[in-house]
């Protein structure tokens, strides 16, 4: 259900990827999930990038909890 993709922020040649979700550099690590059905996006909120955050946030997203 859900495919993740690990991107370096530090190749010039992934900043478009890095600028589809308004981050930049300095920004990283992050975590976004990409809904292709809805074209819609979310950033997991900022902070520490854990197991158990990362965990929570896309079982909100399958839940249809996030908006």
């Known amino acids: ?4 993709v690990l ?5 010039k040649s992934n900043s478009r990827s890095l600028s ?11 975590v976004g ?8 996006k979310w950033l997991l909120p900022p902070g520490e990038v854990t197991t158990e955050r990362v965990q ?3 079982e ?4 249809g909890e996030l908006q």
């Open 20 to 30: 589809y979700f308004g981050l930049r550099s300095s920004d990283l690590p992050a």
């Open 56 to 58: 929570q946030f896309c």
């Open 1 to 4: 259900q859900l495919l993740f």
């Open 33 to 40: 999930l990409y809904d292709t059905k809805a074209d819609r």
């Open 60 to 63: 909100s997203f399958l839940s």
């Open 7 to 11: 991107v370096d922020g530090a190749t």
